[in-house]
């Protein structure tokens, strides 16, 4: 398998992907505009690609936004990049059978390679899952259940789970991807009772929106109290978070509000080496403008990171 980061780095630097309406500078991207992008992050040196999994966002006063199929486009990016980590950022367990979904999720890292993160949650947003015939109550319950089917096939391969929202009987994952362990599983939250599971059975713990250095102190402190709790060392437990970074040309974000992180390139890696300071192992950035060309300027700030 390739070598996954840059040797001199403090941290993973990840790309979240323009994958909704109207959010790649203004405009809609095409899979000929992902596919032009995932060449250049992995030509600027990116460490890995993230992806939403959403259905639809519709907001009061507000336009609504369809984005891309999720794991279709994983699959895709897993099979035209070649070094970037790929993963969603994150995967709803209430969207997909949890069985079926660790299916998916071993064929891509085999399409990959060994590439794939699997981030998970329990999804927020009840717009969505009304359109699309989903129930939306109890969804800390049915992802409890869910993260049990999906981490005992993956890193065992065999599961009997009978549980309130979901049974599986005698489901075996076969053939087996590149890392018959288990690949990596993340789990995307603030809430208490989440982080209590991240914390049993997450290897990869991520925020959104940790913009500033004391913002990832304030959380750190919480994912360190639910390790204490469920008797897990919370230094075995990775830390992630995106990072809302505008940069010159900025077209405006349909959705998130600001403040958002800015500056010049040496500004922007001294941010990003702070996290890493206070722990943070791989933080994804969602840029505006989220184009090519916001892709490359961003480039200069990795350059700038890479130094010794």
Not at 103 to 119: C, P, Q
Not at 264 to 281: C, K, N, P, V, Y
Request: some cysteine.
């Amino acid at each position: 398998m390739v070598e996954r980061s840059q040797p001199d780095r403090p941290l993973k630097v990840g790309l979240m992907f323009p994958d909704t309406e109207r959010e790649m500078g203004g405009g809609s991207a095409r899979w000929a505009d992902l596919l032009v992008m995932a060449e250049t992050a992995e030509a600027c040196g990116f460490d890995s690609i993230c992806v939403s999994d959403h259905l639809i966002f519709r907001f009061e006063e507000k336009a609504p936004q369809g984005v891309w199929e999720c794991w279709s486009l994983l699959s895709a990016l897993a099979a035209v990049t070649e070094r970037v980590e790929i993963g969603p950022l994150v995967s709803c367990t209430g969207f997909r059978n949890p069985a079926v979904l660790a299916k998916i999720a071993e064929t891509v890292d085999e399409i990959s390679d060994g590439r794939l993160i699997l981030g998970l949650g329990a999804g927020w947003h009840e717009p969505e899952y009304e359109a699309f015939g989903y129930p939306f109550d109890h969804r800390v319950g049915r992802f409890s259940e869910a993260i049990r089917i999906i981490a005992g096939l993956l890193r065992d391969g065999h599961v009997d789970f009978d549980g309130t929202y979901y049974q599986v009987r005698d489901c075996e994952l076969r053939p087996r991807g590149p890392r018959a362990s288990g690949l990596p599983i993340m789990i995307g939250t603030t809430g208490d009772r989440m982080l209590r599971l991240t914390a049993e059975l997450a290897d990869l713990w991520n925020a959104w929106g940790l913009n500033t250095r004391d913002e990832v102190v304030r959380a750190q402190s919480r994912v360190d109290a639910a390790c204490q709790t469920v008797g897990r060392d919370p230094a075995t437990l990775g830390r992630t978070c995106t990072v809302l970074i505008d940069l010159p040309g900025s077209r405006g974000r349909p959705r998130e509000t600001p403040p958002y992180v800015t500056g010049d390139a040496e500004t922007l890696a001294e941010i990003l080496r702070g996290h890493a300071q206070e722990g943070m192992s791989h933080v994804q950035v969602k840029l505006d403008p989220n184009t090519v060309i916001g892709v490359e300027e961003f480039g200069r700030v990795l350059e700038i990171l890479d130094r010794p």
